[in-house]
């Protein structure tokens, strides 16, 4: 069985500060992960994967997401918040030889002004 | 178009009503995926489907949701005797080989149906 678990449902950060969402695996099989943004009333889209390359992986829009086994994390990351960064953010794990991905429930994040 | 369609956008309908959802995927995608997304919740998977042939459709919540891909492009997503916890957006996404460690789910804006 896979699984991912957001850690928060809301996450508020002022902008240019960094941002922090928080998301936790399970997986029997060397997993692969992703990050999907959703912006009101617009489709999913992919921010970034991990597909056992590096384990630093660059997405767009300056977020990032670092792949700890010994953790079982992927959390995603940007050093400084812009105002269009406010959306809900999917953690997203799909087993090795699945073709079936698992969403986590979604992380919202504010950005203030 | 460049994108996965989805049709209607908005569907409002009756308790016991039938309804389909129509997606349009990308040109040239073999894989095809329905969820449902509930209010606060992530996407909830629904059925795969890898060309005609619904791959896995082990999350289809019972014998009143049924999804067809008669060519292997256009799937349609049919719910009989709609209930109000149908209440959701539907979401179809596409893949162009459905191997997740090689591609990425492209996703509609979904088809938002309200049960009364």
């Known amino acids: 069985a896979q699984s991912v678990t957001q850690l928060d449902s809301h996450v508020s950060v002022s902008e240019g500060t960094p941002v922090l969402l928080r998301c936790n695996y399970s997986?029997?099989?060397?997993?692969?992960l992703f990050w999907y943004v959703q912006h009101p009333n617009k489709g999913l889209q992919l921010l970034l994967k991990?597909?056992?390359?590096?384990?630093l992986v660059k997405g767009i829009n300056g977020f990032e997401a670092e792949f700890k086994k010994s953790e079982t994390s992927f959390h995603l990351t940007k050093p400084s918040a812009h105002m269009s960064d406010a959306a809900e953010y999917f953690c997203?794990?799909?087993?090795?030889?699945?073709?079936?991905?698992?969403f986590g429930r979604g992380t919202s994040l504010i950005v203030h002004p | 178009g460049a994108g996965v369609s989805q049709t209607p956008s908005n569907k409002v309908t009756e308790k016991g009503k039938y309804v389909e959802l129509r997606c349009d995927p990308i040109?040239?995608?073999?894989?095809l995926y329905w969820y449902r997304q509930s209010l606060g919740q992530g996407p909830e998977f629904l059925i795969y489907?890898?060309?005609?042939?619904?791959?896995?459709d082990s999350g289809l919540p019972n014998d009143r949701f049924f999804a067809v891909r008669p060519e292997g492009s256009v799937s349609t997503l049919k719910i009989q005797r709609t209930e109000r916890g149908d209440s959701a957006v539907y979401l179809c996404?596409?893949?162009?080989?459905?191997?997740?460690?090689?591609?990425?789910?492209?996703f509609g804006e979904g088809s938002r149906l309200t049960v009364l």
């Open positions: 996404a596409s893949s162009l080989t459905g191997s997740l460690n090689t591609g990425e789910l492209f």
């Open positions: 997986s029997s099989y060397s997993p692969s």
């Open positions: 991990y597909t056992s390359a590096a384990t």
């Open positions: 997203v794990v799909s087993r090795g030889g699945s073709y079936i991905p698992t």
């Open positions: 040109s040239g995608h073999t894989a």
């Open positions: 489907f890898q060309g005609t042939g619904a791959a896995d």
